[in-house]
């Protein structure tokens, strides 16, 4: 078990080996967008031309079996707000106007795909086999603190029945300890959110921190009562070479995106 990377033509991406139905967490590889953008952008906002990124999200898709038209993305802005989505949500964001603020997105309509962006942050996808309910998740450190993960979870047990020892969680690639260099703000915010356990996965250098936020996300998940979890060991700002990196690239840059498709429950 782990993280399986995947390839078909340019496209390049990662899956988590617990989640069985289409999901991706995506690389920069791929797409038609050019220069600093080059190539799979997956950000309207990050001055691309729509037409490339929309041309990247039919790439994207059409590797997981679906279309533009069948997306909700996120419209992020670090809160902990979770979404439900229903058919009428589908193509916000991508194809249609965005959806009102939030940082995690679930539901239980077959067909539906969600979507979360990250330039370093940490995207979580989440499958419950039994009900067939997805969710995905945007956890920056204020979003971590703030246990978006956690919440996703509770959401999907709150609104589709979901019971929380058969959701499965697959902690994408974002920057790694060896990268994430914080002040004293994020280590506090993470203690006040995990307690004194926090502390083991932050590691002080001088006067600076090296946070572990792929650990901390994962005990997240498992306070919540998530059992099944696989985690990418990749780190964005060391792999700059796959992936987008706002620690490495500042906003000249694009965004991937961790992308996972409603298949129903077991029939
Ligand atoms: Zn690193």
Known sequence: ????????????????????????????LGGVSRDHLAALNLGFHRGDDPERVLENYRILC???GTAPEQVAAAHQTHSDIVLPVGPEELGAGVTSPRLPECDALVTATPGAALMVFTADCTPILLWDPVTGAVGAAHAGWRGTAQDIGGKTVEAMARLYGCRRENIRAAVGPNIGPCC?????????????????????????????????LKALNS?????????????????????????????RMGDARGSQGAMIRCMGGIQ
């Open 1 to 28: 078990m782990g993280f399986t990377r995947r390839q078909e033509g340019a496209l390049v991406y990662f899956t988590g080996d617990n989640i069985s139905v289409p999901h991706a967490f995506t690389t920069r």
């Open 62 to 64: 059409a590797a997981l």
């Open 180 to 212: 994430f260099e914080t002040g004293p703000e994020v280590p506090k915010a993470m203690v006040a959110q995990l307690g004194p356990g926090a502390e083991e996965d932050i590691r002080p250098v001088g006067e600076k921190y090296y946070v572990n």
């Open 219 to 247: 005990k997240l998940l498992r306070r919540a009562g998530v059992e099944n979890l696989e985690v990418s060991p990749l780190c964005t700002a060391c792999r700059t070479d796959l992936f987008w990196s706002a620690r």
